[in-house]
């Protein structure tokens, strides 16, 4: 990552060189780089703790309408969603059946 960065951020210490000097140039490259990403991260963070915020309204109004929505689902609907139960049920008692032949147990 250093030898990305030095690369990505040389013409700018090179051109900086002849006005303030090499090492100078290099701290200010360092700097400003260093700055550039606690700025991009403290923008980051507010905006993310903003978001985190909103999220709780909105879990209750989606927790809302989907009880409302629950109370409007048509019976044959609800049929439907009992026989895909029914069907899992089934599924998940057959999967937990062993299958073939039960090995024996040969004594020498």
Do not use: D
């Amino acid at each position: 990552m250093a030898s990305i960065l030095a690369v990505a951020f040389s013409p700018i210490a090179s051109r900086l060189e002849p006005f303030v000097g090499r090492f100078v140039s290099a701290a200010l490259v360092v700097l400003i780089a260093i700055s550039a990403i606690g700025v991009i991260g403290y923008f980051l963070t507010v905006e993310l703790t903003s978001v985190a915020v909103e999220v709780s309204g909105y879990s209750n109004n989606i927790a809302t309408k989907l009880t409302t929505f629950q109370g409007s689902i048509p019976t044959w609907l609800r049929r439907v969603e009992g026989g895909v139960k029914v069907v899992q049920q089934q599924l998940q008692n057959n999967a937990t059946k062993p299958k073939g032949r039960t090995p024996r147990v040969v004594q020498a």
